[in-house]
């Protein structure tokens, strides 16, 4: 999983990989996760996560619902979950496919 830090102009700050997160989350995890976040301190954050099909997983839609409610009471915004795939991309915030890798844009 990467992990984008976005300042006030949606600019990416900082990028950090995570190797965990993929494939199941827990609590201990989203303790972590959220601890990373505050502790940075950016406006905005971006989670990306590697899917063959580029598609989310029922653990991506998890990770939104609970990153987005923890995240709903600090001063950073959770933008959006990307699931990232050999051909396309799924944004959770639009509900759809924003693009491919190519950077053609849906």
């Given at each position: 999983?990467?992990?984008a830090f976005l300042n006030d102009d949606a600019r990416?700050?900082?990028?950090?990989t995570l190797d965990e997160g993929t494939e199941s989350?827990?609590?201990?995890?989203?303790?972590?996760?959220?601890?990373?976040?505050?502790?940075?301190g950016v406006a905005g954050v971006v989670l990306a996560?590697?899917?063959?099909?580029?598609?989310?997983?029922?653990?991506?839609?998890?990770?939104?619902?609970?990153?987005?409610?923890?995240?709903?009471?600090?001063?950073?915004?959770?933008?959006?979950?990307?699931?990232?795939?050999?051909?396309?991309?799924?944004?959770?915030?639009?509900?759809?496919?924003?693009?491919?890798?190519?950077?053609?844009?849906?």
């Amino acid at each position: 999983m990467l992990v984008a830090f976005l300042n006030d102009d949606a600019r990416l700050l900082l990028a950090v990989t995570l190797d965990e997160g993929t494939e199941s989350i827990d609590e201990l995890f989203l303790r972590h996760l959220t601890a990373l976040v505050v502790e940075v301190g950016v406006a905005g954050v971006v989670l990306a996560v590697s899917r063959a099909a580029g598609r989310p997983t029922r653990v991506d839609r998890q990770l939104w619902r609970e990153m987005s409610r923890r995240l709903a009471t600090t001063a950073t915004r959770l933008v959006d979950v990307i699931a990232v795939g050999d051909d396309a991309v799924w944004s959770m915030s639009g509900r759809r496919a924003i693009g491919d890798r190519t950077g053609r844009v849906a």
